[in-house]
């Protein structure tokens, strides 16, 4: 089964100098399939919670489990390796490798899992279409908008056919047609290859795009709501 | 991917990747540079010691090294000079009567070296003949003829064609005195030969000895130094009574003088890696620091510390490997050039003199070198990007996100 379960995460920030209480026992599930969004105001744990769901961060205490794997006890390099496996991610920059092409960038993490040669070409090109981006694949990110580089960063998660994909507030430097171009898109992958996204935002129509709402208030969860999306 | 990566992130700053690759290829090039200079002057010293004096192989009679009397005489020198002359691989052969002695002029007296020769075998080992820079060669006929270092009767203030006085020791054991003329002067490399050693003929000075067919030393010069090795072993054979010398045993200086050089080759060459080791810690620790975001992203999506860290050192590696050729090149016909046409050092050419050191120094190198030195580049470019490998791979992903 593909799930995310987290057990009393809390997260301490600086416990011997400043404590800062970033997380405080956050019991979550996460079915796969699902389009989640995690929400609150700033400074209330959104990205610390992502970071710690996916293996960027360690919780001080409490356990995630991924798909059966208990990955906070885990070491450095075989998060590595298991984030390479099952984990996409999308950043809110800085996602993609200055020096590699679209394609390159999306076909990386591919290489990194040893794929064939003639599987990574026809996943580049399936996924570089499926973000609308089949004309730039010779384009550096620099080159790119925005809003291009964000959806060639989904593209670049999804390449390795992860479980889940988080991603940190990837609309945050996006206008609002970008935005609404790259829901269209992770909702669509969502809808059609039941793809799991959980998303953190400050975007209302973000937010009015999730099936499932999860509010966080000072590193509790105040509240988690299932909704219909608009559109 | 990585080694694509790596390559691109390169010229990703332009201007900092050629500083270093220029100061890889400086580096190379002073290295080769400075090490094909001391080549050639090590080459040039130890070719004039023995062309000019000591010759590949000398024979004595034992005791006469270790005393220096005349007394310890070889007997029946010319044809110990024959037998010398036609043993194989031998190109020239000749027998000195040697003489400490005193030489006296108005200017006060000087103790020198006689060495009484056979003109023709003479120049022919030690090409004496072509040092004489004023007045001429021993000729024919004339009796009690003298050459002299230019230095020393500058010294004594002896004028060519003059009549100088030399006291030594007789065969008997008695203090002896001779006349002779000053029919030349001559000059080589090196003023402290100059300076004590004056050359006469072995016919005339024999008589005043008091001796007929009588050397004290033999000496012989090689086709090709490669032979010292086996014509040594055949002259030990076959004159069991001499004491036969290779060059390195008659002069352990040329030996020393040799790894000297070696060794301050050596520390500039530590010292030069060890510049560009910090070069180029430096500049990779400056690339690293530039991208912490980008590889906090890598390893996020899952690059592994091992990756991560062959990347920084393949960064490191290629810029070795695109400075190594250029800087090899531009050394090798740097010092092509130089052994054509020689480095003169003109204002320092007394000071060489001194040491026996000729003023153009012709830059020389063994193939090795290059090799030696491609290898020594690139492991410089390893050390130096192991730190800043460490450096990259010790970020924890988050941290390196988050930070602005
Ligand atoms: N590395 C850190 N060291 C110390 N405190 C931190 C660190 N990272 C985050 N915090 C603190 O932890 C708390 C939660 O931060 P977090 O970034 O998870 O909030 P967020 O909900 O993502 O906020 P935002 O909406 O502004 O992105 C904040 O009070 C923040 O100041
Ligand atoms: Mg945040």
Avoid at chain 1, 9 to 31: F, Q, S, W
Avoid at chain 1, 136 to 163: E, F, I, M, W, Y
Avoid at chain 2, 110 to 133: C, L, M
Wanted: proline residues 3%.
């Amino acid at each position: 089964m593909k799930n995310i379960i987290t057990k009393g995460i809390t997260k301490v920030y600086n416990p011997d100098t400043i404590p800062v209480v970033a997380l405080d026992g956050v019991d979550l599930e996460i079915e796969q399939g699902e389009f989640t969004a995690i929400v609150g105001p700033s400074g209330s744990g959104k990205t610390t919670l992502l970071n710690i769901i996916g293996g960027l961060d360690k919780p001080s205490h409490g356990s995630v489990t991924i798909s059966g794997t208990e990955i906070t006890k885990m070491r450095d390099n075989k998060l590595i390796e298991f984030r390479k496996e099952h984990i996409g991610f999308v950043f809110q920059a800085y996602n993609l490798i200055p020096v590699l092409t679209a394609e390159e960038n999306v076909e990386f993490v591919m290489l990194l899992q040893n794929r064939p040669s003639a599987e990574r070409d026809q996943r580049t090109t399936e996924l570089l279409e499926a973000v609308g981006l089949g004309d730039k694949r010779n384009t550096r990110p620099a080159q790119l908008s925005g809003g291009q580089q964000q959806r060639v960063a989904v593209a670049r998660a999804l390449a390795p056919k992860p479980d889940f994909i988080l991603a940190d507030e990837p609309t945050a430097n996006l206008d609002s047609k970008s935005t609404e171009n790259l829901l269209d898109i992770m909702a669509r992958l969502n809808h059609e290859e039941g793809i799991t996204f959980v998303f953190s935002t400050h975007d209302q129509r973000v937010i009015d795009r999730a099936h499932r709402v999860i509010t966080l208030v000072d590193g509790k969860i105040a509240t988690d709501e299932l909704q219909n999306p608009e559109k | 991917m990585i080694l694509k990566i790596a390559w691109r992130n390169i010229w990703r700053s332009r201007t900092r990747s050629l500083v270093v690759i220029g100061a890889i290829i400086v580096g190379i090039w002073a290295e080769i540079f400075l090490m094909s200079f001391s080549e050639g002057m090590v080459k040039s010293y130890i070719d004039n010691a023995i062309q000019s004096e000591i010759s590949h192989i000398q024979l004595h009679q034992p005791d006469f090294l270790k005393d220096k009397e005349v007394k310890y005489v070889i007997d029946d020198a010319s044809s110990l000079q024959q037998a010398l002359q036609s043993t194989a691989h031998v190109k020239a052969a000749t027998v000195r009567s040697l003489s400490n002695a005193m030489i006296a002029s108005a200017k006060g007296a000087r103790g020198v070296q006689i060495k009484a020769v056979d003109p023709a075998n003479e120049s022919a080992v030690t090409r004496i003949d072509t040092k004489v820079v004023e007045g001429e060669y021993f000729s024919e006929g004339k009796k009690n003829q003298i050459l002299l270092g230019r230095s020393l009767a500058e010294k004594m203030n002896i004028k060519i064609r003059s009549k100088i006085v030399l006291t030594f020791t007789n065969l008997n054991g008695d203090i002896t005195a001779a006349a002779f003329r000053v029919v030349g002067l001559y000059e080589t490399d090196n003023t402290m030969v100059d300076d004590a050693v004056v050359y006469t003929t072995r016919q005339d000075f024999n008589k005043v000895l008091g001796g007929g067919d009588i050397a004290h030393e033999a000496a012989l010069f090689l086709e090709d130094p490669e032979y010292l090795d086996t014509v040594f072993s055949v002259l030990q054979a076959q004159f069991p009574n001499l004491k036969v010398e290779t060059y390195k045993q008659i002069s352990p200086e040329i030996a020393l003088f040799d790894s000297q050089m070696q060794l301050s080759t050596t520390i500039f060459t530590v010292i030069l890696m060890l510049a560009l080791v910090f070069g180029i810690i430096n500049t990779m620790l400056m690339a690293v620091l530039e991208r912490i975001k980008e590889l906090g992203m890598l390893m996020a999506v899952g690059m592994n510390k091992a990756r991560v860290f062959f990347m920084i050192m393949f960064e490191t590696i290629m810029l070795g490997l695109v400075a190594g050729p250029i800087g090899l090149g531009l050394a090798y016909l740097t010092v092509l050039y130089f052994n054509h046409t020689g480095i003169d050092l003109g204002n320092w050419s007394e000071a060489m003199r001194q040491f026996g050191m000729s003023r153009v120094v012709y830059t020389t190198i063994r193939p090795s070198m290059f090799t030696e030195l491609a290898i020594a580049v690139i492991l410089t470019a390893l050390i130096g990007s192991i730190y800043p490998a460490l450096k990259a791979i010790r970020l924890r992903p988050v941290e390196a996100i988050r930070r602005i």
